[in-house]
């Protein structure tokens, strides 16, 4: 049975005694996209990289599971395709993070010609194809088979590093689960915690501040000195779930037929407590 546990709304600025920024943890925040509108995704990517945290200890990784399709054999043999139907219906959302962080790292308006801009995109690109053969191989072969990946480093712009991941699934993918476990462990992500978003989940600033205090609680030593500890030996804490609220201009809320979002608070506020 879970067993909330309500405790008063600390900032991790603004604890005290005073949690050094020197010893913040790393994020990874992963945003995971299907075939969801690419605009909406773009808009969670904006606010993720202004959240209010180092972005040195950064990474956000967006985590497109509908840029391929995989077709398979009786003999286990793939075909990888990009996902022509998925593009068209939502946008081409590997194009548009290209174009948006363009911007960023060049510091001017990128070509309006696709074709133009994707020399610079390869630049940022790695390709792997994995051998579903080769038992001695390092990677999880029952999250994919290869994938796609732009890294782009912003340095000296004070936002975060913004990896782009198109999984190229195996026959049995485990979907959104497969998707996550694909960048965690065949990807490498190596941040102390993961945020998880979907794709129109658009982060509150402070975010990270308010939450991450949850996970650290503060240790005396023998001399009387003190310091924040995240150890299972004194805080455990292991995951923290938070309501999510739709804007008024959300379609969700008119498709729902709950334009005041009662639902929502009714389970975060009644039904979880």
């Known amino acids: 049975m879970w067993r909330p546990i309500r405790r008063a709304a600390r900032f991790l600025d603004n604890m005290a005694p005073k949690f050094e920024e020197s010893k913040w943890p790393s994020v990874d925040i992963f ?120 890294d782009y480093v912003c340095e000296g712009s004070g936002v975060p590093s913004v990896t782009y991941v198109g999984r190229m699934k195996p026959e049995t993918h485990h979907s959104k689960a497969g998707n996550i476990n694909n960048v965690l462990f065949n990807e490498k992500a190596s941040g102390k915690f993961v945020l998880f978003l979907d794709n129109d989940m658009k982060p509150h600033p402070k975010f990270l501040l308010s939450v991450l205090p949850f996970f650290f609680t503060e240790v005396y030593t023998e001399t009387g000195q003190s310091y924040y500890s995240d150890h299972v030996r004194y805080n455990k804490c292991a995951f923290v779930q938070t309501p999510q609220y739709f804007d008024e201009n959300d379609p969700q809320l008119k498709e729902m037929a709950d334009p005041c979002g009662h639902r929502n608070t009714i389970f975060f506020d009644a039904v979880e407590c």
């Open 31 to 150: 945003i995971c996209h299907y075939a969801e509108k690419g605009d909406d995704t773009i808009e969670t990517l904006t606010c993720a990289m202004a959240m209010d945290y180092p972005s040195r200890l950064l990474h956000i990784w967006i985590l497109d599971d509908g840029y391929f399709k995989s077709s398979w054999d009786n003999h286990n043999q793939f075909r990888i395709t990009i996902n022509k139907g998925v593009i068209e219906k939502a946008g081409d959302l590997r194009m548009m993070i290209c174009r948006h962080l363009y911007r960023i790292i060049e510091k001017e308006e990128p070509p309006e010609d696709d074709k133009e801009l994707k020399p610079w995109r390869k630049k940022h690109t790695t390709v792997k194809e994995f051998n579903p053969n080769d038992v001695n191989a390092n990677w999880r072969m029952d999250c994919a088979v290869g994938s796609v990946r732009d």
